[in-house]
């Protein structure tokens, strides 16, 4: 019996163990196939009350699916509970009015992720305080707003709390931390964003009041010197557990707090985008100093090169002046340096990089980019053999690339553009295997790239060396490179004439830039071949035949850089642009070109295309800028082009042969900025939808066309962005609009431009009577041209509230009656044409003074009496100025009047009049006399004279608070 029962309890325990492991299967099993129906219908109910869900991310969330293998869901593979959500997110937000409380049911739930979704600005619920198994809650950048719930503080497991919002507006508030404190467990602390500032609710206890806080963020917090309170020998602080402590973007300023130095277990620091302008104390601990964005003004009174065990030290965007000084090459602070990023970019130092720099053998970052340093880079840039990075870019450095940059054999990055580097590129360069990323533009680099130079670059990827204009390249036509191209930037460099044939062998390229290379011919028939390219730029070139090769293959990738290389980020997702101005292309616009749907500039100006153009714009969604201007194209302007609806905010499509009316459907394109139709046989009237509809132009030009009718009222409706008005040379009839005057965009203030960037911007207009293309300067151009039409009436008196204009004409119409009396009030003109009409009258003296007046024409007209003078007058000499006015007089005609007097320039008053003769009596005698004679006159005079002292005061002072803005000036110098 005795046996047998010991048998008896042998098999119980077996079977114990069997039935054990059959029941954890049926568990294991009930993860694949089902889940605990409570929590799916938990979750469903989640879905329900989300009010959207664009990309249908819960689309799994069905009935016909395990709950557990929904998207974002992760359970137990024991027990087959939901212990796992996920659903963060960066761009397609899911969206609810609030947070559903069917959550609170997933009891065994331990990590929950709702960070980028969007639950309009509803408070956090206090339900999340009874999900006590909760170890990870992230909520940050969710739309919540309100004071943080109190619950939180009864997840006493939590080790992750995330409640920050990146782009804050600071709707959340903590109102008290003494719930915080209640976390015991708490390791991450992120707050960044978070209004903690209210009614004292912010207490510096945080700080060591969590035995377990490792990190803390509290990153644009509004936080300032009196919320740290504590002095330099507080002994609680020594007490904090915390390693990483963020404090960027708040309002600290003045000295640095001394306070940090003795929380021992610190090694993060981040207190960038503050305003501290002290030296930086001994940071024992510290390996990651942040201070970008501060106002400390010099690097030794910083204390740089004391903080021997920093590793990682950010100093950009400060204002650092003074020599660059590297650390002592005889008496150093530090036996060592670990130092492994040194970020100096934005500053103001100046002199030389020294050569002491090579001591610094550990680092692997070093970018000194937007600073003024001079000289030669050291030699002894070759020392530092575990270098990443190096930025030099934007100084004024000059002499030669040293040979010794070829043993950087760790060398990923390597950007040196924007300086004054000479010479040749050094053969040695071809040695650095690891380069990614190598950017010489902008120098006066000379010499010949070959082959040679990239021999072992098998990992290029960013090749940039434009506007190097002496720069030749000369590869052997059967070169193969090792490497596979993203970005290549070679404009304004020499090559030889035809297209450069290695290209044909980079299959992933995205930026494709070789204008103003002198390259030739036909594009090759592998050309298209390649993908599409999403900046394709040949411009400036002798380019000819068809654009059928164009590439017409979809891109199968956009490039992902690695995080080292962050300025390749840049360039990963870019926009589509098609630039392939100024060339000799003909043909066809090829029907291909409807297919690039997603480009966004497309430049085909200045070349010999002809035909129609394609009626396909309908499904381009991106379309900013059309440039097809100065071909041979003809026929009637795309309908189609009405479809790009408010995407389009450039379009020329001047100096062609399209005729016929303008099509109704672009009063759709209500975001167009600039509208360019001019040298053209468009016919109709203006229609009244410009302005009516399309109301944000800046620029409307119809120039040389066979527009006729009456200008319509509508287009005064363009009041505050109109800056070019031009209708010149066309049939128009009838009176000009007095509503003109109200064109606040011709009376000053700034550009109502909108610029695209990666495209040469342009306008034609004729200026001082000579048709000038205006680009770098172009938004300083203020001009109404209403010449070479039928218009008749008289000019009204409101266009002379147009203060703004620099351009005005409106020559060869009919107009009648007097230029008006405040023609002087338009005080930024520069040209003024008023020729070929029937203007009667005498001209204003308030003519003179336009102080920036260099070219003007009143002649062929009726005018009479005496010709104004005036200082900027005196210098307009040509009698052409007035001819065909038999009846007017005075210099600088022959014809003299009856009588010779000062003629009146300013003022009503008779003081003031006086004083105004005064001035004009200095002037002459300025002009008339020897320059030392006249000078030492007026020097004289004003000594003896009060009343001629104060007149000429008053001039300097006019002019001096006159209402030319500095952009004005600048524009004056340009024309």
Same mark, same amino acid.
């Given at each position: 019996?005795?046996?047998?029962?010991?048998? $008896?309890?042998?098999?119980?325990?077996?079977?114990?163990?069997?039935?054990?492991?059959?029941?954890?299967?049926?568990?294991?099993?009930?993860?694949?196939?089902?889940?605990?129906?409570?929590?799916?219908?938990?979750?469903?109910?989640?879905?329900?009350?989300?009010?959207?869900?664009?990309?249908?991310?819960?689309?799994?969330?069905?009935?016909?699916?395990?709950?557990?293998?929904?998207?974002?869901?992760?359970?137990?593979?024991?027990?087959?509970?939901?212990?796992?959500?996920?659903?963060?997110?960066?761009?397609?937000?899911?969206?609810?009015?609030?947070?559903?409380?069917?959550?609170?049911?997933?009891?065994?739930?331990?990590?929950?992720?709702?960070?980028?979704?969007?639950?309009?600005?509803?408070?956090?619920?206090?339900?999340?305080?009874?999900?006590?198994?909760?170890?990870?809650?992230?909520?940050?950048?969710?739309?919540?707003?309100?004071?943080?719930?109190?619950?939180?503080?009864?997840?006493?497991?939590?080790?992750?709390?995330?409640?920050?919002?990146?782009?804050?507006?600071?709707?959340?508030?903590?109102?008290?931390?003494?719930?915080?404190?209640?976390?015991?467990?708490?390791?991450?602390?992120?707050?960044?964003?978070?209004?903690?500032?209210?009614?004292?609710?912010?207490?510096?206890?945080?700080?060591?009041?969590?035995?377990?806080?490792?990190?803390?963020?509290?990153?644009?917090?509004?936080?300032?010197?009196?919320?740290?309170?504590?002095?330099?020998?507080?002994?609680?602080? !020594?007490?904090?557990?915390?390693?990483?402590?963020?404090?960027?973007?708040?309002?600290?300023?003045?000295?640095?707090?001394?306070?940090?130095?003795?929380?021992?277990?610190?090694?993060?620091? &981040?207190?960038?985008?503050?305003?501290?302008?002290?030296?930086?104390?001994?940071?024992?601990?510290?390996?990651?100093?942040?201070?970008?964005?501060?106002?400390?003004?010099?690097?030794?009174?910083?204390?740089?090169?004391?903080?021997?065990?920093?590793?990682?030290? &950010?100093?950009?965007?400060?204002?650092?002046?003074?020599?660059?000084?590297?650390?002592?090459?005889?008496?150093?602070?530090?036996?060592?340096?670990?130092?492994?990023?040194?970020?100096?970019?934005?500053?103001?130092?100046?002199?030389?990089?020294?050569?002491?720099?090579?001591?610094?053998?550990?680092?692997?970052?070093?970018?000194?980019?937007?600073?003024?340093?001079?000289?030669?880079?050291?030699?002894?840039?070759?020392?530092?053999?575990?270098?990443?990075?190096?930025?030099?870019?934007?100084?004024?450095?000059?002499?030669?690339?040293?040979?010794?940059?070829?043993?950087?054999?760790?060398?990923?990055?390597?950007?040196?553009?924007?300086?004054?580097?000479?010479?040749?590129?050094?053969?040695?360069?071809?040695?650095?295997?690891?380069?990614?990323?190598?950017?010489?533009?902008?120098?006066?680099?000379?010499?010949?790239?070959?082959?040679?130079?990239?021999?072992?670059?098998?990992?290029?990827?960013?090749?940039?060396?434009?506007?190097?204009?002496?720069?030749? %390249?000369?590869?052997?036509?059967? *070169?193969?490179?090792?490497?596979?191209?993203?970005?290549?930037?070679?404009?304004?460099?020499?090559?030889?004439?035809?297209?450069?044939?290695?290209?044909?062998?980079?299959?992933?390229?995205?930026?494709?830039?070789?204008?103003? !290379?002198?390259?030739?011919?036909?594009?090759?028939?592998?050309?298209?071949?390649?993908?599409?390219?999403?900046?394709?730029?040949?411009?400036?070139?002798? /380019?000819?035949?068809?654009?059928?090769?164009?590439?017409?293959?979809? !891109?199968?990738?956009?490039?992902?850089?690695?995080?080292?290389?962050?300025?390749?980020?840049?360039?990963?997702?870019?926009?589509?642009?098609?630039?392939?101005?100024?060339?000799?292309?003909?043909?066809?616009?090829?029907?291909?070109?409807?297919?690039?749907?997603?480009?966004?500039?497309?430049?085909?100006?200045?070349?010999?295309? $002809?035909?129609?153009?394609?009626?396909?714009?309908?499904?381009?969604?991106?379309?900013?800028?059309?440039?097809? $201007?100065?071909?041979?194209?003809?026929?009637?302007?795309?309908?189609?082009?009405?479809?790009?609806?408010?995407?389009?905010?450039?379009?020329?499509?001047?100096?062609?042969?399209?005729?016929?009316?303008?099509?109704?459907?672009?009063?759709?394109?209500?975001?167009?900025?600039?509208? &360019?139709?001019?040298?053209?046989?468009?016919?109709?009237?203006?229609?009244?939808?410009?302005?009516?509809?399309?109301?944000?132009?800046?620029?409307?030009?119809?120039?040389?066309?066979?527009?006729?009718?009456?200008?319509?009222?509508?287009?005064?409706?363009?009041?505050?962005?109109?800056?070019?008005?031009?209708?010149?040379?066309?049939?128009?009839?009838?009176?000009?609009?007095?509503?003109?005057?109200?064109?606040?965009?011709?009376?000053?203030?700034?550009?109502?431009?909108?610029?695209?960037?990666?495209?040469?911007?342009?306008?034609?207009?004729?200026?001082?009577?000579?048709?000038?293309?205006?680009?770098?300067?172009?938004?300083?151009?203020?001009?109404?041209?209403?010449?070479?039409?039928?218009?008749?009436?008289?000019?009204?008196?409101?266009?002379?509230? /147009?203060?703004?204009?620099?351009? %005005?004409?409106?020559?060869?119409?009919?107009?009648?009656?007097?230029?008006?009396?405040?023609?002087?009030?338009?005080?930024?003109?520069?040209?003024?044409?008023?020729?070929?009409?029937?203007?009667?009258?005498?001209?204003?003296?308030?003519?003179?003074?336009?102080?920036?007046?260099?070219?003007?024409?009143?002649?062929?007209?009726?005018?009479?009496?005496?010709?104004? !003078?005036?200082?900027?007058?005196?210098?307009?000499?040509?009698?052409?100025?007035?001819?065909?006015?038999?009846?007017?007089?005075?210099?600088?005609?022959?014809?003299?009047?009856?009588?010779?007097?000062?003629?009146?320039?300013?003022?009503?008053?008779?003081?003031?009049?006086?004083?105004?003769? &005064?001035?004009?009596?200095? *002037?002459?005698?300025?002009?008339?006399?020897?320059?030392?004679?006249?000078?030492?006159?007026?020097?004289?005079?004003?000594?003896?004279?009060?009343?001629?002292?104060?007149?000429?005061?008053?001039?300097?002072?006019?002019?001096?608070?006159?209402?030319?803005?500095?952009?004005?000036?600048?524009?004056?110098?340009?024309?």
């Amino acid at each position: 019996m005795k046996f047998q029962s010991s048998n $008896s309890t042998g098999f119980f325990v077996l079977f114990i163990f069997v039935a054990t492991k059959l029941l954890l299967s049926c568990g294991a099993d009930n993860t694949s196939s089902s889940c605990f129906e409570h929590e799916r219908q938990s979750l469903l109910r989640f879905k329900h009350s989300l009010i959207s869900d664009p990309s249908n991310r819960l689309s799994s969330w069905n009935e016909t699916i395990n709950c557990c293998h929904w998207l974002g869901v992760g359970c137990d593979n024991t027990t087959g509970y939901v212990t796992r959500l996920d659903l963060r997110t960066n761009s397609e937000q899911l969206e609810g009015n609030e947070l559903n409380s069917s959550l609170s049911e997933l009891t065994r739930l331990s990590y929950l992720d709702l960070s980028g979704n969007y639950f309009h600005t509803s408070p956090i619920p206090d339900f999340i305080g009874s999900m006590r198994q909760l170890r990870y809650l992230n909520l940050s950048s969710a739309g919540f707003a309100g004071v943080v719930s109190h619950q939180i503080g009864n997840l006493s497991r939590l080790r992750v709390l995330d409640l920050s919002d990146r782009n804050s507006m600071m709707e959340l508030v903590v109102d008290d931390f003494t719930w915080l404190t209640r976390l015991l467990s708490l390791e991450h602390l992120d707050l960044s964003g978070v209004n903690v500032t209210g009614d004292g609710a912010f207490d510096k206890l945080l700080l060591y009041m969590i035995p377990s806080l490792k990190e803390l963020h509290l990153s644009n917090c509004g936080l300032s010197n009196s919320h740290f309170n504590i002095t330099h020998f507080d002994s609680n602080i !020594t007490r904090s557990t915390i390693q990483t402590l963020d404090l960027s973007s708040n309002s600290f300023e003045g000295q640095f707090p001394l306070f940090l130095q003795n929380m021992t277990s610190l090694r993060v620091l &981040d207190l960038s985008t503050n305003k501290l302008n002290s030296s930086i104390p001994l940071m024992n601990n510290v390996v990651e100093l942040n201070l970008a964005g501060n106002r400390f003004s010099g690097i030794q009174d910083t204390g740089v090169w004391r903080q021997c065990l920093i590793k990682q030290l &950010d100093l950009s965007f400060n204002y650092m002046k003074g020599g660059f000084t590297g650390p002592s090459t005889n008496v150093s602070e530090c036996a060592k340096y670990d130092l492994e990023t040194l970020i100096l970019n934005d500053n103001k130092l100046n002199g030389f990089i020294p050569e002491s720099l090579g001591n610094l053998t550990s680092l692997q970052d070093l970018v000194l980019s937007g600073n003024q340093l001079t000289g030669p880079i050291p030699t002894s840039i070759g020392k530092l053999a575990f270098l990443q990075r190096l930025d030099l870019s934007e100084n004024l450095l000059n002499g030669t690339i040293p040979s010794s940059m070829g043993r950087l054999s760790k060398l990923q990055f390597l950007d040196l553009s924007s300086n004054l580097l000479q010479g040749s590129i050094p053969d040695s360069t071809g040695q650095l295997s690891k380069l990614q990323f190598l950017d010489i533009s902008n120098n006066s680099l000379s010499g010949v790239i070959t082959e040679a130079h990239f021999a072992n670059m098998s990992m290029l990827i960013h090749l940039a060396a434009t506007s190097n204009h002496m720069l030749s %390249f000369k590869i052997s036509l059967d *070169w193969e490179p090792p490497f596979q191209l993203r970005n290549v930037l070679l404009g304004s460099c020499k090559f030889n004439s035809e297209f450069p044939p290695w290209i044909r062998t980079q299959t992933r390229l995205v930026i494709l830039i070789l204008s103003n !290379t002198s390259i030739s011919g036909p594009l090759p028939d592998w050309f298209r071949e390649l993908p599409v390219i999403a900046i394709l730029d040949l411009s400036h070139n002798y /380019l000819t035949g068809p654009l059928t090769n164009l590439p017409s293959n979809p !891109t199968t990738e956009y490039y992902s850089p690695s995080a080292f290389i962050e300025r390749l980020a840049d360039y990963a997702l870019v926009s589509r642009l098609l630039l392939l101005k100024n060339n000799f292309f003909n043909g066809l616009i090829p029907d291909s070109l409807c297919d690039a749907r997603d480009l966004v500039i497309l430049d085909l100006s200045k070349n010999m295309l $002809s035909g129609n153009v394609p009626d396909c714009f309908g499904s381009f969604d991106d379309l900013n800028v059309m440039i097809l $201007s100065s071909n041979r194209l003809s026929g009637v302007i795309p309908s189609s082009l009405g479809k790009l609806g408010r995407s389009i905010q450039w379009l020329h499509l001047n100096n062609n042969s399209f005729h016929g009316e303008l099509p109704e459907n672009l009063s759709n394109l209500t975001s167009l900025n600039v509208l &360019d139709l001019g040298e053209n046989r468009l016919s109709g009237s203006i229609p009244k939808w410009i302005g009516g509809k399309v109301k944000f132009l800046a620029v409307l030009r119809l120039h040389d066309n066979n527009f006729m009718g009456r200008i319509p009222q509508e287009l005064c409706e363009l009041s505050s962005d109109l800056q070019i008005l031009d209708f010149g040379d066309n049939y128009l009839t009838g009176t000009i609009p007095h509503c003109f005057g109200n064109l606040r965009g011709m009376s000053g203030g700034g550009s109502n431009l909108y610029f695209s960037g990666g495209f040469e911007q342009s306008v034609i207009q004729v200026m001082r009577g000579v048709s000038l293309e205006y680009t770098t300067i172009m938004r300083y151009v203020v001009n109404m041209d209403l010449s070479s039409n039928n218009l008749e009436g008289q000019i009204p008196n409101e266009l002379t509230s /147009l203060s703004g204009l620099i351009g %005005f004409n409106l020559s060869n119409n009919n107009l009648t009656g007097p230029i008006p009396d405040k023609i002087g009030d338009m005080n930024s003109l520069m040209s003024l044409d008023l020729s070929s009409n029937e203007l009667s009258g005498t001209i204003p003296s308030s003519i003179s003074w336009l102080t920036f007046l260099s070219h003007l024409n009143l002649s062929e007209n009726k005018l009479s009496g005496r010709i104004p !003078t005036g200082s900027q007058l005196q210098t307009l000499i040509d009698p052409s100025i007035y001819a065909g006015n038999s009846d007017l007089c005075g210099s600088p005609l022959t014809k003299r009047c009856d009588r010779d007097e000062v003629v009146v320039t300013r003022g009503n008053n008779d003081s003031g009049q006086e004083e105004e003769d &005064d001035f004009e009596m200095i *002037w002459i005698y300025a002009t008339t006399s020897g320059f030392i004679t006249g000078f030492m006159g007026i020097l004289g005079v004003l000594v003896l004279k009060d009343k001629w002292r104060s007149a000429v005061f008053n001039f300097v002072l006019e002019f001096c608070i006159s209402k030319q803005t500095t952009n004005l000036s600048a524009a004056s110098n340009s024309f």
